[in-house]
């Protein structure tokens, strides 16, 4: 099994190379709507839709994709 990510080629891409194709990404604008936070004791999961514009490659991209993220509070130590 490999540990890198499937670039848009089918190829895989080691760490260094994933990240090193967002160098030529940058968002113009990026807004999220429609947002529901659920708590679950001390985490909470947060999903929401962003809607965003942004240039890759010189290639102007619009977008509306579901995010969802997950917060957990750790205790102090």
Known sequence: M???RLGEQGFVLDKLQWLGKFAEFAYTS???SDGEV???GHA???RCVQ???SIWREQEMTLAV???QTWVEL???
Request: net charge neutral; hydrophobic share 30%.
């Open 38 to 40: 659920c708590f679950y």
């Open 51 to 53: 809607r965003g514009h």
């Open 75 to 77: 205790p102090e130590g």
């Open 2 to 4: 490999t540990s890198g």
């Open 44 to 46: 909470a999961i947060i």
């Open 66 to 68: 579901r995010v969802s």
């Open 30 to 32: 990026l807004e999220s």
